[in-house]
Every structure is written in C-alpha cells, then in structure tokens.
C-alpha cells in the first residue's frame, strides 16, 4: 500500500489593521508612487501591538476548518515556519497545538525565512510518505513589523503581517506532490539578516540589532540570477517544461523582481500568483496567502499544475511542484 500525501484544505489570516503607503509618506522620505514602481505593494496589514505569530497561525488554522468543515482533531504534527516566534521557546506550534487542543500532535517551527512555507510543505510530505505522520498542518505565519526599523526607508516600506495554513494529509490514491528542491547559499547571508545582539559577523559588524537588515540589491540580484535555475531543475526532475505549468507561486517578495524571474524564465507573467499588493512582504506566509488569494478569485481548478519557490534569508530556497488536489 502506498503512502501519498495530499494537500486536502487551506486558510488564511491577516490583521485587521491597513498601513498603505500614504502612511509612510508621514514618517520617511518616500511616496506612494515610488514605492508601487519599485516594489508594486500599495497596503500591508500590522498586527496589533499584543496579537503575535501564535495567534495569527491559529486563526488561519480556524479559518482553513470553516472553509473546508474538515476535521483536524487527528492532526498528529504541527509545522510552523517562522522567523518571528512569540519567543525563542516555546515553539509558536507548540502555542497553535495548545491553542487547538490537538492532544496528540507534534510540534516544531522551522526557521528558512521566506523559504520556510515550502520547506515545511517538503518536510510534511516526507512525514506522511514515509509512513511517521498521517495529518500534518503547515503553517507560514509571520509578525514582521515587531522587527521592522519603521526609520529605515529600505525596509519599512516592504514588510507586513499575515499568515497561511494547508491541510495535508495520508492518501492511498492520489499525492498532490511531485517534485521539490532545497538549498542554501549561507555565504550571501549577509545580505539579509536579523539579529538580536550587536555582534561581528559575516565579517563585519552588525547594524541595528533586533530588526531586519537588508540589502536589496544584493538579494535582487541572487534572486534574478538563481531563481530561474532553480524553477528549471524541479520541472526536470518530473520531466516537465515550463509551458506545462498552470501557475508560479514565487515568495512575493517584489513585483520587479518577480517580473524579472518570470521574464527570464520563460514563464507568462499573469501565471504568477502574487500576495504582496496588499500585504506586502510577509515571509514565509507570502506563497499560502497567493494561493488563498488566487483560489477566492477562482484562479485555480482541480489538477492546476503549481510550482512554488520560497527564497530568502541565509540565503535560503526551497522549491515544491505540486498538482491542487482540492
């Protein structure tokens, strides 16, 4: 008997509060029709100052059960991929678990910022193929302005708070997984990075600690230049071509960027499901909330071939070419 995973329900959460870019014309020097050219995100959404990673990944959970009326009481394991857990320990899944009353799942986070959301998707299917877990939720979940340095022009303006849950479990006859990849060039991690003290590293010293540093140019370059690698290499492995895909869900980190991925790709750019316009950067949740979007605009069909590619932090990526089975 075979053991396939099959993604079976999704959901989605973002707060309630809208900071568009009006709001950043008032704080630096900037202004709404510079930052739609350079980065096409027009509104981003901001936890409130005492909601944090954990509830923001529980309610997209509750929104992915009232969706689907499944039933998630047998979910045996728990990934959170985050970058910015309530604390170092407990796990923010370990919160969502509690939160839940899922008695008998495991719980762990997973840390490969904006990649982490098709990390955890690999990981989950390695869980059940193998025969250890049966129902895993993964969730992509990040409060990104508790670490955002609203005085830096660079940053301020990219980063938002949102978060996105999938429901994948055991199946005897169809998996929704076909092919992935995963890596890390972690000598370019300097170009995108949070630290919590001021120390040396990467041969230099670090700037403000506790919020994210990046380099813009240095991450749009490593991704134009490799993305487009990577996406042809998971279509080999399955011995697709880029003309068999339904849709590209790249980490929707910048419209420019993306089009120059596309571009060099081969791939059309309306194939290119984005969540960034109104919810700006937000990690690891940036590819669960485009496909949430897309499936609310009714984008996507039964059988839709997928390919999603997560990039970021250390420098990080990790691919998953998936068949929507829902």
Known sequence: MNSLAKITAHGSYVPEKIMNNQDFEKIVETSDEWIQQRTGIEERRIA??????????????????????????????????????????????????????LKNAGALDINAACAGFTYGLNIANGLITSGQNKKVLVIGAETLSKITDYTDRGTCILFGDGAGAFLVEYSEDETSFIASSAGSDGDKGHNLYSSELSETMFGEDLENPGYIVQNGRGVYKWAVGNVPKIIEATLNKANYKKEDLSWFAPHSANARMIESICDRSGIERDKALMSLKYYGNTSSATIPLSIDLAVKEQKLKKDDLILMVGFGGGLAYASTLIRWTI
Not at 52 to 65: E, G, H, N, P, R
């Open 48 to 101: 409130n100052e005492d909601e944090y990673t954990s509830d923001i990944s529980y309610k997209a959970v509750l929104d992915l059960q009232e969706k689907y009326q499944v039933d998630i009481s047998d979910v045996d394991m728990i990934i959170n991929a985050t970058l910015t857990p309530d604390y170092k320990t407990p796990s923010v899944a370990s919160y969502v678990q509690a939160k839940l009353g």
